[in-house]
């Protein structure tokens, strides 16, 4: 069973007398620990896909599987404690340093400050990004905002994780690197990771590859199945 499915998933916006189609008819399915990156223009329907498949958007037809169950019987609370968004929004209301913000999802759990803390002191090492632990936002660039804010939404251990551009703004010579970390990171952890981007370069290390164009995705959406090679029969003599 995949962790995550899309089945014949329809989108479509009103902007006053017109209608838009951001997603026809998509079907896409994700293993756990599987990363697959999805490429498309603007407006190509990619950031409705996440929205989607994250449970902040129903779709108009087709159905939304997490773990088998469909997304729309189950609860906010049960969604956002099995997927997470990641995203580099830092709200002062929330935190001072970057390990804080880290830390607010199990924070929003109950759990101890100081063990919260310590927790998101390890994923930013893990990240790379231990060394912004005890700086301000503010004082982070592009690469270090996405490590962090990647850092911040694998805290709280989900088993989906759906990045938006995670190279945008990132410097050419460190996006390979920073595509490398959020690959190793996950599929250590054993986290679906579904990524999208504007081009191909911006999603290097996916496990698969899709293109988004007027709401339709093209590509191998469904996992390849492992070859199965027979044994050779032990000859009895």
């Known amino acids: 069973m995949p962790l995550l499915a899309l089945d014949g998933v329809t989108k479509t916006y009103v902007r006053g007398r017109r209608e838009l189609v951001a997603l026809r008819g998509v079907t896409l399915e994700l293993d756990a620990g599987e990363i697959v990156g999805i490429w498309g223009r603007r407006f190509s329907g990619r950031t409705t896909l996440l929205r989607i498949a994250g449970g902040l958007e129903r779709p108009d037809e087709g159905r939304v599987l997490l773990g088998g169950v469909d997304v729309a019987t189950c609860s906010e609370r049960d969604v956002r404690g099995r997927v997470s968004f990641s995203h580099g929004g830092f709200s002062r209301a929330h935190a001072e340093l970057v390990v804080e913000h880290v830390a607010v999802p199990l924070l929003a759990t109950g759990a101890r400050i100081d063990r919260a803390c310590a927790q998101a002191h390890a994923m930013l090492e893990r990240l790379g990004a231990g060394?912004?632990?005890?700086?301000?936002?503010?004082?982070?660039?592009?690469?270090e905002i996405t490590r962090v804010a990647i850092a911040r939404a694998l805290l709280p251990q989900p088993r989906?994780?759906?990045?938006?551009?995670?190279?945008?703004?990132?410097d050419l010579t460190e996006r390979d690197a920073l595509l490398r970390t959020l690959c190793t990171v996950a599929r250590e952890d054993g986290v679906a990771v579904l990524m999208t981007g504007a081009e191909t370069t911006a999603l290097a290390g996916a496990d698969r590859m899709l293109s988004i164009s007027s709401g339709e995705l093209r590509g191998e959406t469904v996992p390849s199945s492992a070859e199965v090679v027979p044994l050779a029969r032990q000859r009895v003599s």
């Not at 060394?131 to 690469?143: N, Q």
């Not at 994780?161 to 990132?170: F, I, M, Q, Y």
Request: charged share 30%.
């Open 131 to 143: 060394a912004c632990a005890e700086l301000r936002p503010d004082e982070l660039d592009h690469g």
């Open 160 to 170: 989906l994780l759906l990045v938006d551009e995670p190279t945008n703004g990132v």
